[in-house]
Each structure stands twice: as structure tokens, then as C-alpha cells.
């Protein structure tokens, strides 16, 4: 399985940005799709989560209800809306497939190469 992640950029504060997951190979191996993030000088944070049919989804509390998974089935692609942004959402942005709707790391088999998403003040 291989997964393209896109859509970061440069944004201000409060602003929005849509990142993308385009995955490829054998999907059908894999049940869930997560995002993760990781900030220079911290650890890679869970932020959200969804299975591919788009019925489950798990979020970081934090994040809940500034940003926003989906899953595109039939475009094997799942976005990360992500509104009202802040500094501290400035972070290297990576998506991961895997078996189970899960925040660890651990759980998730394939992983993106990440795109960097920069908020200024």
C-alpha cells in the first residue's frame, strides 16, 4: 500500500486547509486511515481516524470540531479538513493505513511521507 499525503501549505491563523490521502496498491488490505502529526522537537500525535466506508471515525478531543475526516471510497483518497488553525497546529502532517481505528502509531502499517502545514501568527 502506498499513500501520497497533500495539501499542506502556509496559512494564518484562523484559516483553513483541506489535506489529502491518496492511497494506492492493496487497499483492501487496510480497514482504517489516520492522520498524525508531529511538531519539531515533540513526538508524532494521533489526530484523527476512519475506516474506509466512512461509517467510524475517532478524533484527538483537542481537534474535535475544528477538524473534520472523510473517506472517498471509490477515489481510495481521505481528506482532513481543518479550520480555525493555529500556530500550535504547525506540524509535519502524515497519514497511516492499518487494520484497526486506532491512535497509536504502533497500530498502523503503512505510512506517507507527510506534508508540512505552517500557520503564522
Known amino acids: 500500500v502506498q499513500l501520497q499525503a497533500s495539501g499542506g501549505g502556509l496559512v494564518q491563523a484562523g484559516g483553513s486547509l483541506r489535506l489529502s490521502c491518496a492511497a494506492s496498491?492493496?487497499?483492501?488490505?487496510?480497514?482504517?486511515v489516520g492522520w498524525f502529526r508531529q511538531a519539531p522537537g515533540k513526538e508524532r500525535a494521533f489526530v484523527a481516524a476512519?475506516?474506509?466506508?466512512?461509517?467510524?471515525?475517532k478524533y484527538t478531543d483537542s481537534m474535535k470540531g475544528r477538524f473534520t475526516i472523510s473517506a472517498d471510497n471509490a477515489k481510495n483518497t481521505v481528506y482532513l479538513q481543518m479550520n480555525s488553525l493555529k500556530p500550535e497546529d504547525t506540524a509535519v502532517y502524515y497519514c497511516a493505513a492499518g487494520q484497526f481505528l486506532s491512535r497509536a502509531t504502533t497500530n498502523y502499517d503503512y505510512w506517507g511521507q507527510g506534508t508540512l502545514v505552517t500557520v503564522s501568527s
Open positions: 496498491g492493496r487497499t483492501f488490505s487496510t480497514s482504517v
Open positions: 476512519i475506516t474506509w466506508n466512512g461509517i467510524s471515525t
